[in-house]
Structure formats: structure tokens, C-alpha cells
């Protein structure tokens, strides 16, 4: 006997005396309004069938259900609800057993802590991930989420499973309470009958999860406050982590059914939230972002093996994430004492984890099997991909490269780690341009999500497809950029920076900047990051280029301020003193009165009266400076589509992922009040503020920037 939906998401048929239940929604199963309505009525059939002794919950394809469906919220909401369904499962007077093979993630998991029992099923492609990791979308678990995982795991486990949003595997949830067998295997479906058949045989009665008692309800409110004070300085800013605590207070100190209550009501209020609107933007463009058309027109090319010419940070950083993605890598330096330096450089990463306990000796020396030093580019003739990772010098990289275009075999890939140079020059180098590409890794490059695929003009497609490859091998966030000098991120930091600068000497402090910046959602601000860096990283490029500007130049304006404190020697944290003062090696910097007289100088020498910003003044000023860049960017084709400007700014510079990035930013706070302000900004000063072409053009239409994302 069998029955299926309308569009069959949902199918069911009776095996023996158990109804199994199937999801099957590609991708993930999420929990659309036809996989809802199927639940629902999937359960009044077993509620209804006599024949029916048993329930058997499970997924199709790689997961059991990964959510709600994301692309639902923020339109009209559709019944039945998700709580609905889950209350329609745990009310079934047979035994429902969830069978979790793959992701039970979120509204997923939430479905299986309303059956009564739950199997997890460990398999050769990892097997059940579980995990209510709604926090990360500006969101709470809003279908009993908060109220049965406390009763299940204990309400330590549970609140801080929701608010860092990690996944527990099939071993760990079971040692967390959150399932009640392990079962190792490929075929979920007849493990999960096996189960459901001995609970059966056994009697095994229903068993509600909301009628869990939680114990020592005052001990367990005092972790929460204890909870609620870190989770405050943590997530600063942040809507929904709070909120999650609100619930499971609610969890301990309420009957179950007023606790389901507030946890709905709080999760309205979330997905009324800008933040959530910011962070499922964050989650959408981060996968579109991999979606190119060189990636849709070619396939990859294989790469078995990886080379990386020079062993200082950068390369000793992209060696580690080659190894960590399992790769063989070959790192080139050009003697005996630099490749000792380079192989000693990877060592420290691997050395630290071990110290750190986070990998056995052995393991490391797994790792390290893997990597070979050379000072030789000969040995390189196998390689299938190279990225060069040497001095950032032109006439450098482009020697390099004749050496590479020398010895590797026909069709190897060859990459440039270059963070602002020409590649079509580093390309044209060789007689191959066809096979060099940019790939631009952030520092340190084993740990920064963001790559940067940078597409020169004679590039192939398939050298292209191969580049977005490698990111997924290395669990990296590519986003293809165009050449042009800082490529997508770079190149938009240099305005906004320069705003911050300007802001300075028109009359804010480093410290009110920064502060703003901060408030913002940045970790740091502006100066911080230079004092971390270190105010000698740039000096000269700096100085070289304010001396090349023509009046004219939009970038005529040179604020010395920075030059001024590196002339005293003042680098910043390394020195212990840059912007800030940092007393005895403090990482956390001081505001420092010198600074202040040494930016009074300068605005004398310049003739500026000094005026007051606020933050908001001062936030208005860097974000329009940092949208406006970014609407050149994509207006110019360095960028495919704004989405790929946020996960560039989110992923590689710190921007607030809960606000989506600064395109997002943009369309949320209005278009028009943008462009009004840049226009405003321009009286002051024309030759900085200048609106993008693209900006102008979306205001004059009425579009937004996310009207071009989904056109490429
Ligand atoms: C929730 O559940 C709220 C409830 O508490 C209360 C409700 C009342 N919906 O990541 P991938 C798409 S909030 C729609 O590349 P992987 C994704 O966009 C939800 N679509 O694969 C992609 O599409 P495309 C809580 C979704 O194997 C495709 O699936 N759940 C959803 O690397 C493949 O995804 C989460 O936060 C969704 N929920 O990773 C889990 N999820 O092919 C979010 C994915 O067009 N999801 N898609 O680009 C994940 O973490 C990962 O997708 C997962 C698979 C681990 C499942």
C-alpha cells in the first residue's frame, strides 16, 4: 500500500506494519509547504490506518531534512506551519521513529525531536549531521527547537548547540542524548525498519519528548544567566542569540505549551529582523558566488598534485590549506636556506595544532609526508598546478614565470598569488596565457575563507573551472574578480580606507572612527587593522603613489598622517606603538594624545578647521565610499555581481555578515538615500565623491543592486 502527494515530495507505503514515511525534496529535503502538507498527511494516514502499528521517518538522497526551506521566509506564510506538523507527530499514539543518515539540521532536527524515537545512521559519506544552527541566519529554532532539545541534551548542551550553531555527528549526538541508537551502514532504509520492527516487538511505548521533565530547574536557570553574559560580549549586536537564551528560560520556568508560545513569538520577531535578511543573503550569495560561467561552459581540469613557489607566510599558508584538502605539495624556494625556512614555516601551523591538542604527532607526520621541499624548478614538470606566492614585484613574478612556463608540462595550471599586479602582464610572460589565472589568498591563507579567482583576458574556461574546483577542494568562498589594480576587495578598501582618512583630517578622531566602525558590526576599525598589519606595510607604495598623482586625480587628496607616525618608528602592535599605544605588548590599543597633536599638525599645515562627526555621519561617509566602489566594480565587470562584492567584503575584510555585506547594506537602507548623500558629499569635495555610473542608473530605474544578481 502506498500513497504520495500531489508533486510527491512526501511519499509513504507500508512495509509490514510500519508506514514509512519518505521526504524527498532535492537538495536537502528542506521543509517546503508541499513538505509540510505531505508530514501532515502522512501522519493522518498512520493515525487513521489500523493496519499500521508503526511510524518511520526518513530522508531521500544525502540528507534527512537540512530546515526549513530558506527561500519561504520573508514571504506570506503558508499552513501548515511547521510547529503544527511536529505537534501532529509527537501527538501520533504509535511509535514514530526519525531515521537520520544525513543532515538533520535545523526545522529537520526539530522533526525528529518530535518523533519518539530517533536513529542515527553512520555511513561511508560521514552520516547523520545534527544540529539547530538557526543562529547563523539571524533566526531561533522555531518548532520546539528550544523547548525539546533542553529536555533531551540538558539545557547547558542544548542552548550552546543553538547558539554556535555547530553539527554533531551520528557518535557525538548519541553521547549528547539527542538520539538513541547508532548504527553503522549504507542502507538507512532497512536499518531503520530493523529498528522500528524491534521496538515493536519490544512494545516500546510513545514517548514525548515534551514530557520530559527538566531537572533542577534552578540550577539550570543560573547556567543560563551565566550563558547570557558571554553570549552579550560575544555577539555583540546580534538579535537572535539572546533570544534563543529567552527561550530556554522559558523552557525551564514554563509548562511546554506557553514555552512553544514564546519561542513562536520570538521567532517572528527574527525573521522580522534585518538580520535575518542580511544573514540568508549572506547564505544564498556565499553558493552563487561558486556559480560561473566558465564553471558552466568547461570542465575542470584533473589536478592530483599542487606546487607553490616560495615558503614565506603566503606560501607556507596556501601549502597548509593544499595538505589539509589532501593534496601532495611541492614547494619551491630558491636555495638551501630559504626552503629550510619555508618547510620550517608549514611545521609551526602543524606544530601549534599539536600543541593545541587538535592533532596527534602521528597525524602530523601523515601530513608532512605529503609535502617536499626543492630549490629547483625541475622537479616541477609533473605538477598539475602551480601558484606562485613569491615577492610582490612585477619583473619578479614575471621571471618566475618564464621558469614555470619552461618546465611544466602542456595544460598545468599556473596561478598567481598576486594581490594587485597585472596578471594579462604575468600571462603574457609566458607562451601560454591560456593556463595562467589569478588565485589571490587571504593571510593567513590556511585559515581566511575568501579566494579570489582572478580571471585574465586570455584565460581558458576550463583553467577558470579548475580554479573554483580547487576552492570547494580547499573549502574556500571563491568569487570570480575581473584584473584591475586590488582586483574586487583591495581595490574597494583603498576608497573606503581613504574616506576613514579623510573623515580624520576634516575633524573625527582615529579612536571616534574606529569606535563607529565598530558599532557598526566590524570587529576592528580602520587604524586598529593598520596597527595590527603594521603602519610599515604600504608606507612606501604609499608614498610612491601620492607622488605620481596628478591634480585631478580622484585620489589627489593625501592625508600624511599615517607617514608622519611611521616616520617616529611607530608600526603599530609590533612596535607597541602605531595609532594606539599598546603598554607591555597589550594587543588591546590606548588612545594616545601625541596622535591627536600629530593630526591637529596636520590639519594646520592643510588649513582645515577641524569640525565634529557623529557616528552616523561618520558610518554614512564609509559606507558610501565602500557601495559606490562596489557599484564600479560590477558597473566595470570586475565583479560578476554585487553578491559577489558582500562575500568578498564579508569573507576576506571583516564586513558584518548579519548585514549581508554592503551592496545588501545598500538595498536595505535605500538606494536613493545613498546616492543623495554621495551627491551631497560631492559639493565638498568632486573629485573623491564621484556617484558610480551603476548607482545613478538602478536610482533612475528604481532597481536595487540585488535586481543583477540572479543575471549571471
Ligand atoms: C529553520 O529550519 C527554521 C526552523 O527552526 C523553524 C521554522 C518554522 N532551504 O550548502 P549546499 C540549498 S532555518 C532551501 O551547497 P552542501 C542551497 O542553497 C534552516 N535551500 O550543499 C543549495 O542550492 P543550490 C536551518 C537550501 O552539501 C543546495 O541546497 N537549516 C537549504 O555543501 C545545496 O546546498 C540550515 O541552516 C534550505 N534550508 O551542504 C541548514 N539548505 O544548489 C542550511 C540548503 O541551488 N544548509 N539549500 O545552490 C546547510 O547548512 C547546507 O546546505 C547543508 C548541505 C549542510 C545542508
Redesign the pocket.
Known amino acids: 500500500m502506498g500513497a504520495t502527494t500531489p508533486d510527491s515530495v512526501v511519499t509513504t507505503a507500508r512495509l509490514g506494519t510500519v508506514l514509512v514515511v519518505t521526504v524527498n525534496n532535492p537538495?536537502?529535503n528542506?521543509?517546503s509547504v508541499a513538505v509540510r502538507q505531505g508530514l501532515a498527511a502522512a501522519m493522518a494516514q498512520a493515525q487513521a490506518d489500523d493496519a499500521v502499528a508503526g511510524v518511520m521517518l526518513v530522508g531521500a538522497g544525502?540528507?534527512f531534512i537540512?530546515?526549513?526551506?530558506?527561500?519561504e521566509f520573508g514571504k506570506p506564510a503558508m499552513p501548515p506551519?511547521?510547529?503544527e506538523v511536529c505537534r501532529s507527530i509527537e501527538d501520533c499514539s504509535k511509535p514514530v521513529v526519525a531515521v537520520l543518515h544525513g543532515?538533520a539540521?535545523?526545522?529537520?532536527l526539530?522533526v525528529a525531536l518530535s518523533a519518539h524515537y530517533r536513529l542515527a545512521i553512520q555511513n561511508s559519506s560521514g552520516g547523520a549531521?545534527l544540529g539547530l544552527?538557526?543562529v547563523?541566519?539571524g533566526?531561533l529554532?522555531?518548532?520546539g527547537?528550544t523547548q525539546r532539545a533542553p529536555r533531551l541534551m540538558g539545557v547547558k548542551a542544548a542552548t550552546e548547540l543553538m547558539l554556535s550553531g555547530q553539527h554533531l555527528s551520528a557518535k557525538a549526538a548519541l553521547a549528547a542524548g539527542l538520539v538513541d541508537k547508532l548504527v553503522e551502514g549504507d542502507d538507512a532504509q532497512a536499518a531503520g525498519l530493523a529498528y522500528v520492527n524491534e521496538l515493536l516487538a519490544q512494545n516500546a511505548p510513545v514517548r514525548r519528548t515534551r514530557d520530559i521533565a527538566i531537572p533542577d530547574p534552578a540550577a539550570a536557570l543560573a547556567e543560563l544567566e551565566m550563558l547570557k553574559a558571554d553570549t552579550a560580549r560575544k555577539t555583540r549586536g546580534l538579535f537572535s542569540p539572546l533570544k534563543i537564551i529567552e527561550c530556554v528560560q522559558a523552557a525551564v520556568q514554563l509548562p511546554f505549551d506557553e514555552g512553544m508560545a514564546l519561542e513562536r513569538s520570538l521567532?517572528l520577531q527574527c525573521i522580522d529582523s534585518p538580520q535575518r535578511a542580511g544573514l540568508i543573503h549572506a547564505?544564498?550569495a556565499e553558493?552563487?558566488a561558486a556559480k560561473v560561467p566558465e564553471a558552466r561552459a568547461a570542465a575542470p581540469r584533473p589536478v592530483a598534485s599542487i606546487a607553490i613557489i616560495g615558503g614565506g607566510t603566503m606560501g607556507a599558508g596556501i601549502t597548509v590549506s593544499a595538505l589539509d584538502a589532501g593534496y601532495p605539495v611541492i614547494m619551491v624556494e630558491r636555495d638551501a636556506e630559504s626552503i629550510a625556512r619555508g618547510r620550517a614555516n608549514v611545521e609551526k601551523v602543524y606544530a601549534g595544532l599539536v600543541a593545541k591538542g587538535r592533532m596527534t604527532e602521528e597525524a602530523k607526520a601523515a601530513v608532512m609526508a605529503r609535502y617536499t621541499g626543492s630549490t629547483s624548478y625541475d622537479d616541477l614538470a609533473n605538477v598539475d598546478l602551480v601558484i606562485e606566492a613569491v615577492f610582490e614585484d612585477l619583473e619578479v613574478k614575471k621571471a618566475v614565470f618564464k621558469e614555470l612556463d619552461r618546465v611544466c608540462k602542456p595544460g598545468a595550471v599556473l596561478a598567481t598569488n598576486t594581490s594587485y599586479l597585472d596578471i594579462d602582464a604575468i600571462a603574457a610572460a609566458t607562451s601560454r596565457p591560456q593556463d595562467v589565472i589569478g588565485l589571490h589568498f587571504f593571510s593567513p591563507a590556511n585559515i581566511m575563507k575568501l579566494l579570489e579567482i582572478v580571471v585574465p583576458a586570455k584565460v581558458s574556461a576550463g583553467v577558470v573551472a579548475t580554479a573554483f574546483e580547487l576552492a570547494r577542494k580547499l573549502k574556500k568562498l571563491p568569487v570570480r574578480a575581473g584584473v584591475c589594480d586590488g582586483f574586487i576587495g583591495n581595490r574597494i578598501l583603498a576608497v573606503y580606507r581613504q574616506a576613514a582618512d579623510y573623515l580624520m583630517e576634516d575633524g573625527a578622531s582615529p579612536y571616534e572612527i574606529d569606535a563607529a566602525v565598530r558599532d557598526f558590526g566590524f570587529a576592528m576599525g580602520p587604524f586598529q587593522v593598520t596597527d595590527l598589519a603594521g603602519g610599515d606595510i604600504g608606507w612606501a607604495t604609499r608614498k610612491r603613489r601620492a607622488a605620481a598623482r596628478k591634480p585631478g586625480d580622484p585620489k589627489a587628496r593625501y592625508v600624511e598622517v599615517a607617514d608622519r607616525i611611521c616616520e617616529r618608528g611607530w608600526f603599530g602592535q609590533k612596535t607597541g606603538r602605531g595609532f594606539y599605544l599598546y603598554p607591555e605588548g597589550a594587543r588591546v590599543g590606548q588612545p594616545d594624545p601625541e596622535i591627536l597633536a600629530i593630526v591637529d599638525a596636520e590639519r594646520a599645515k592643510k588649513g582645515i578647521t577641524p569640525r565634529s562627526f557623529t557616528a552616523d555621519e561618520i558610518m554614512r561617509r564609509y559606507m558610501a565610499a565602500m557601495v559606490n566602489e562596489g557599484a564600479n566594480v560590477v558597473h566595470e565587470g570586475i565583479a560578476l555581481r554585487p553578491l559577489d562584492v558582500d562575500v568578498t567584503l564579508i569573507s576576506g575584510y571583516g564586513f558584518p555578515r548579519f548585514r549581508g555585506g554592503p551592496m545588501k547594506w545598500a538595498d536595505m537602507e535605500g538606494l536613493p538615500r545613498l546616492l543623495a548623500d554621495i551627491e551631497a558629499f560631492a559639493k565638498e569635495d568632486p573629485l573623491f565623491w564621484k556617484p558610480s555610473p551603476l548607482l545613478v542608473k538602478l536610482v533612475q530605474e528604481g532597481k536595487n543592486f540585488d535586481s543583477l544578481n540572479h543575471s549571471a
Open positions: 537538495p536537502v528542506a521543509l544525502k540528507a537540512a530546515g526549513a526551506d530558506i527561500r506551519s511547521l510547529p543532515a539540521l535545523g526545522g529537520g526539530e549531521k544552527p538557526e547563523t541566519l533566526l529554532p522555531g518548532s527547537g521567532f547564505f544564498f553558493r552563487e
